[in-house]
């Protein structure tokens, strides 16, 4: 069973930046940060395999970057230019399967098999 911890969410005013930071107790192939607003499911924000394969969705590209440190089996996730859509929980999230079904489809929930808490993000206008 893997751990997951995530911090560093909080209040933001719109066009502000927040890092949020998630430590797991032991490494996995990959992971990736998820967000959810209530009534609605968890939207992929960023994903990583490795340290090297990242995918984002067209609408957060440019604004967030994730990045992981093997050395401590934390994952990141920079967010700049906040919005106040960006107003959400936010999970991290960790699997193992290989790069190649990873790859298919890196940010559906059902990829990832050990999840966080969540952090709340808030961004006000």
């Known amino acids: 069973q893997v751990q997951l911890v995530e911090s560093g969410g909080g209040s933001v005013q719109a066009g502000g930046s927040l890092r949020l930071s998630c430590t797991a107790s032991?490494?996995?192939?990959?992971m990736a940060w998820f967000r959810q607003v209530p009534g609605k499911g968890r939207e992929g924000v960023a994903g990583i395999y490795g340290a090297q394969w990242m995918r984002y969705p067209d609408s957060m590209k440019g604004r967030f970057t994730i990045s992981r440190d093997y050395a401590t089996n934390t994952l990141y996730l920079q967010m700049n230019s906040l919005q106040v859509e960006d107003t959400a929980m936010y999970y991290c999230a960790a699997g193992n399967s290989a790069r190649a079904a990873w790859i298919d489809a890196p940010l559906v929930p059902g990829k990832y098999e050990f999840w966080g808490q969540g952090t709340q993000v808030t961004v006000s206008s």
């Open positions: 032991i490494f996995t192939n990959y």
